[in-house]
């Protein structure tokens, strides 16, 4: 119940107006991310869909994708498993109008996360972070 209530809070904070770095994902709730287990994080994406926020994103695998909306887009958390553990997180974020202001938010927010490996994709439509514990 306790990683279901900073789930939801790590959510919650994604819905906002615009994107600002106090509202992206803090290291407390990235670290319960790696901790979850597949299943524990299929049932929080079925109990956070009740939201108006938050939809749930069919993918080709058993795995349940999380969408959360906010005015200028939306997020899409992905995690990456490896024998039901989190290997990886994925967050997609697609913005009406990517700009290298989001870009830079999004890196140097990241960049702090110092036990956490990140890689960044970005195009015309949106800015890809994958996430990775470092060895």
């Not at 906002?16 to 770095?21: N, P, V």
């Not at 990235?30 to 009740?50: A, G, P, R, S, Y």
């Not at 938010?105 to 990775?132: A, G, M, P, R």
Request: charged share 25%.
């Amino acid at each position: 119940m306790k990683k279901l209530i900073f789930l939801c809070f790590i959510f919650l904070s994604l819905n906002t107006y615009a994107l600002d770095s106090n509202k992206l994902i803090k290291l407390e709730d990235l670290n319960i991310l790696f901790d979850l287990q597949k299943n524990d994080w299929n049932e929080n994406v079925l109990f956070l869909i009740k939201k108006n926020s938050f939809s749930k994103v069919d993918s080709d695998s058993d795995v349940f994708y999380l969408k959360s909306i906010f005015n200028d887009g939306e997020i899409i958390t992905m995690p990456i498993f490896s024998k039901d553990m989190v290997e990886k997180i994925k967050f997609e974020y697609i913005f009406l109008d990517v700009n290298k202001e989001n870009l830079k938010i999004i890196n140097n927010h990241f960049n702090l996360f110092k036990n956490f490996c990140f890689e960044y994709l970005d195009n015309d439509k949106s800015i890809q972070v994958v996430i990775s514990k470092c060895n």
